[in-house]
């Protein structure tokens, strides 16, 4: 009943064609809690999303992209999870369309590829993609224990446990492990942009070679339409009403940008609105845990060259 009455207000009781729009933004990394994990996006934080826009049996979904990257596993988490709900009914798939905005590169990336069915990604002009590679950022702070006279101790059981630890100096054995897992890790995001998008690849009107594409560089969204990592330049709105007409209407499943709740505000429990209970937690958590937050979402929008506002 609850899908049925979502259905028909959403259309105002009309028969034009729904597009039930999901908002994925920010940097794709696992749960936490506390003000450094209510803004990260991941698998769960999406599923009641992906519920609403499902529930409403529409005639596409769209994925607002707007992410630098960040977790391999949550990517791939998330890309499946899309995928297995567009498939789901046997009798009836779901069209699956993705809209880099503002930046969709790393993981984001992945999403933009593997999350749209086949000829369904866009990107504007001026968005930046790309960056299919894989960065394991750290810190050295050995000098700094010196200069105040703590010495570090670190105790494990098992040859390689504690590798890379920033307080010590590195161990060229253990960067190297390290090395092999960044290396593992680039092979599967490679297999799954040539899965996704090696036809058109292939196709393109101005190829580059795998070096290049598979360097971790970026590309505006009109160099990844000439190059065949997108399928074509436009904004969310402007290509699905060109495709289903002037009267489809769009309605948000998740979070707006800047707060609301959208449609699933009204028929899905457990929104992500801010509450009492948020702020009090917020500041249970420690100014610090929220500052680390926002520097490591700067320094991954920072790596990708694209203006990162707070």
């Known amino acids: 009943m609850a899908s049925w009455l979502a259905r028909a207000l959403a259309r105002g009781f009309k028969n034009d064609p729904l597009i039930a729009v999901v908002h994925l933004r920010g940097v794709i990394a696992p749960p936490g809690r506390g003000p450094a994990g209510r803004g990260r996006l991941n698998a769960d934080r999406a599923r009641p999303w992906l519920n609403a826009a499902f529930r409403l049996s529409p005639a596409a979904v769209a994925l607002r992209i707007n992410s630098p990257g960040g977790s391999p596993a949550q990517t791939e988490l998330l890309v499946a999870d899309i995928r297995r709900r567009a498939h789901a009914d046997r009798k009836r798939q779901i069209p699956i369309y993705a809209f880099a905005e503002d930046v969709a590169a790393s ?8 999350a749209a069915d086949a000829g369904c990604s ?54 190297g492990r390290l ?6 890790l680039h092979a599967s995001f490679i297999g ?28 505006t969204g009109r160099q990844a339409a000439a190059m065949g990592l997108i399928d ?45 209970a948020d702020a009090v937690a917020g500041v249970a958590a420690g100014v610090p845990a929220a500052v680390l937050a926002a520097l490591e979402e700067r320094a991954a929008y920072a790596r990708v060259g694209a203006e990162w506002g707070g």
């Open 122 to 175: 866009y990107a504007l002009p001026t968005s930046i993609v790309g960056s299919i590679g894989v960065t394991s950022p750290s810190f050295g702070a050995v000098v700094a224990l010196q200069k105040v006279g703590l010495e570090r101790r670190l105790y494990t059981a098992g040859r390689a446990k504690g590798g890379l630890d920033p307080f010590r100096h590195v161990d060229p054995a253990e960067a």
């Open 179 to 184: 090395e092999e897992v960044l290396t593992d």
């Open 192 to 219: 799954a942009i040539k899965a996704s998008r090696g036809p058109a690849l292939a196709a393109a009107p101005r190829p580059v070679s795998e070096e290049d594409l598979f360097s971790g560089r970026v590309w």
């Open 232 to 276: 074509g330049l436009g904004g969310m709105r402007e290509i699905l009403s060109e495709k289903f007409g002037p009267a489809t209407r769009f309605v948000e499943c998740g979070e707006r940008v800047g707060g609301g709740g959208g449609l699933f505000g009204l028929f899905e429990r457990g929104g992500a609105s801010s509450t009492v």
């Open 107 to 114: 993981g984001g990336q992945w999403l933009l590829s593997g």
